[in-house]
């Protein structure tokens, strides 16, 4: 039969664990100390990892990372892979861009829309982004879409809208003195 784990803490972990649960900015660590208490107040790893939303085997994860490191164990650790093709120049022309208007870029219109801005961005730094990613990164950077509004009012005859405005008016006028000042909502006998 296996050895029954212990997981008590000792005073100065404990104070460490509840410190980290109550202030630390990041919430890995803040879920697994949570984690690590509940251990320490007697509930068992298959209680623990059912409240944390976990398998039992990343509660003896977590268990093994805070023995061996503390709570700075418990930190996510950098993942391998390929690193992102929007690093810091790629972000840096992207607010460049978003800051100016497309015509002091030579471009013929006068608003960004997500297809435009990838491909100027991919002329200026030569990195090519998918759709779905680069409306990602917007979305990480801040930046919300919207449509443009036009505004036509500088196509419109004044003259006509100003005779628009009177008539309306004058129909206005005629309406109010239509209709009279009593109630035309009746009750049922």
């Not at 202030?23 to 107040?41: G, N, W, Y």
């Not at 059912?50 to 996510?76: C, F």
Request: glycine share 4%; proline share 5%; net charge positive.
């Amino acid at each position: 039969m296996p050895k029954a784990r212990d997981y008590h803490l000792n005073e100065q972990d404990l104070q460490a664990v509840e410190a980290a649960i109550r202030h630390d900015k990041r919430p890995e660590v803040r879920q697994r100390c949570t984690a690590i208490r509940l251990l320490h107040l007697g509930y068992k790893p298959e209680q623990v990892a059912k409240m944390q939303a976990v398998s039992k085997p990343t509660i003896y994860s977590w268990i093994d990372r805070w023995r061996e490191g503390g709570v700075e164990g418990l930190v996510n650790k950098p993942r391998s892979g390929r690193p992102p093709k929007a690093d810091d120049e790629y972000s840096l022309a992207l607010m460049e861009a978003m800051d100016k208007e497309p015509k002091t870029f030579g471009y013929e219109f006068s608003v960004w829309t997500i297809d435009r801005l990838r491909a100027h961005l991919e002329k200026e730094t030569g990195v090519s982004l998918s759709k779905s990613r680069f409306q990602a990164l917007l979305k990480r950077k801040g930046y919300r879409y919207r449509r443009p509004k036009y505004d036509l009012g500088h196509l419109q005859d004044k003259e006509a809208k100003a005779n628009a405005a009177e008539l309306l008016e004058e129909l206005k006028k005629k309406s109010s003195e239509t209709i009279s000042s009593s109630s035309l909502w009746t009750k049922r006998p």
